[in-house]
């Protein structure tokens, strides 16, 4: 069975970074052809999906997030994270961490983590 569990701080204070972890289990990142994902969710609107990072390393990212975006892996405890540079009000959302077989910006991803609210504010 495989599960994806997000980690990381629920608050953050304006101008501060922001890492968030997801733990896979039940799968390795590395299997092939797997893509890991993160999208986000601000309150009110719609999904938006941030960057990947695929199974072989390649790192992809939105054009609109690419200059505050960074994703990363450890295979060795099999997770991957995300990190924003320096958070604003906007960035607050629900990150969702995803994965499976798809492509990179895909939304329809065949697993899911529950989700992690981060809130930005001072």
């Known amino acids: 069975q495989v599960q994806l569990q997000e980690s990381g701080p629920g608050l953050v204070k304006p101008s501060q970074p922001l890492a968030l972890s997801c733990t896979v289990s039940?799968?390795?990142?590395?299997?092939?052809?797997?893509?890991w994902s993160w999208i986000r969710q601000p309150p009110g609107k719609g999904m938006e999906w941030m960057g990947a990072?695929?199974?072989?390393?390649?790192?992809y990212y939105s054009p609109s997030l690419k200059n505050h975006t960074s994703i990363s892996r450890d295979t060795s405890k099999n997770h991957f994270s995300l990190q924003l540079r320096s958070v604003t009000p906007e960035d607050t959302a629900v990150y969702y961490c995803?994965?499976?077989?798809?492509?990179?910006?895909?939304?329809?991803?065949?697993?899911w983590g529950r989700g992690t609210l981060v809130t930005v504010s001072s």
């Open positions: 990072i695929a199974y072989d390393g390649s790192t």
């Open positions: 039940g799968v390795s990142l590395t299997t092939s052809y797997y893509v």
């Open positions: 995803a994965g499976g077989l798809g492509s990179p910006a895909d939304y329809d991803m065949d697993y």
